[in-house]
Nanobody, 114 residues
């Protein structure tokens, strides 16, 4: 059974940091490129970042470039998103997903507010 379980979301003030984690199971994690996407209520999904299976190629949306860092630990089957200098517009439900769109987690809420 495939599972992607996100954690690490929460409420932080603008300028703060959070580290999201996504624990994977039930599939061969290290051969899949993985992504973080986010969704604001009433809006569509926004791609945030992705990383290839080996972890050496990463891409970022312009809106998060220089503030967010995606990484993965294939031995532990965990995907990470380090988020720094958070802004109110980063508030969203964050999901991890395979870039193939086969798998997606249930999401973790990130709220940036003073």
């Amino acid at each position: 059974q495939v599972q992607l379980v996100e954690s690490g979301g929460g409420l932080v003030q603008p300028g703060g940091s959070l580290r999201l984690s996504c624990a994977a199971s039930g599939f061969t994690f290290n051969i899949y490129s993985m992504a973080w996407v986010r969704q604001v209520p009433g809006k569509g999904f926004e791609w945030v970042s992705d990383i290839n299976g080996g972890g050496d190629i990463t891409r970022y949306a312009d809106s998060v470039k220089g503030r967010f860092t995606i990484s993965r630990d294939n031995a532990k089957k965990i995907l990470y998103l380090q988020m720094n200098s958070l802004k109110p517009e980063d508030t969203a439900l964050y999901y991890c997903a395979s870039t193939s769109n086969e798998y997606r987690g249930q999401g973790t809420q990130v709220t940036i507010s003073s």
